[in-house]
């Protein structure tokens, strides 16, 4: 279920006004699965894990490119969920060699490290926002159990960019000085040096 909006335009410009809650009223009138024409793309959106299933079953569907090319852009080339066949499974084997048990077992100590240094920030803290200290939590955890970075500046600057990113995603893929997908596009580029110099 779902409708193809205007000619040429689809539904760009609800999307646009704001793409979570275009999500949701579409969800809310067609179910978990629905099509859509949104940036010239005719579009399903699947949200929930029996959806998410569906995407991730070879024989049901073929996910080259099935993200909006911005959002590809954004992601830096073709990632793991934008593969098929062999080339998925050699990369995917590759990505789980990092959620192995003795990879686990190894980020143990550095994630109980960055949780007791949170705690202790937070006990001293007076007021702060939960959802902002979680996500540095997140990032600090991440970034110095998988790629060694400590804590500082360059982690902070590596949170705000994957932020700016983040917000490209829901953004009209306009390359113009100053709008936020070109600011997205320049966010990506700083992550990926930062990535490369530490790998």
């Not at 010239?40 to 959106?45: A, I, L, N």
């Not at 959002?71 to 593969?83: A, N, T, V």
């Not at 939960?130 to 902070?156: F, H, Y």
Request: charged share 20%.
């Amino acid at each position: 279920p779902g409708r193809r909006g205007l000619p040429l335009l689809g539904e760009t410009l609800s999307f646009a006004r704001n793409p979570f809650g275009f999500i949701d009223d579409r969800l809310a009138a067609h179910g978990r699965t629905f099509r859509t024409n949104v940036l010239g793309r005719e579009s399903v959106v699947m949200a929930g894990p029996d959806a998410a299933g569906q995407f991730i079953d070879t024989n049901d569907v073929i996910r080259a490119d099935s993200m909006p090319p911005h959002i590809q852009e954004l992601f830096g080339g073709k990632s793991l969920p934008l593969l098929d066949g062999d080339e998925h499974r050699q990369r995917k084997l590759a990505v789980m060699r990092g959620f192995s048990r003795p990879a686990l077992t190894a980020y143990v100590p550095i994630l109980q490290a960055a949780t007791e240094q949170a705690f202790a920030r937070w006990s001293t803290a007076g007021e702060f926002g939960w959802l902002a200290e979680l996500k540095r939590l997140s990032m600090e955890a991440i970034c110095t159990a998988v790629i060694g970075m400590t804590p500082g500046p360059e982690m902070d600057q590596l949170s705000r960019d994957y932020g700016v990113v983040t917000d490209g995603f829901a953004t009209l893929p306009i390359r113009l000085p100053g709008t936020a997908y070109s600011k997205a596009l320049a966010a990506r580029d700083r992550i990926l040096a930062v990535l490369a110099k530490h790998v």
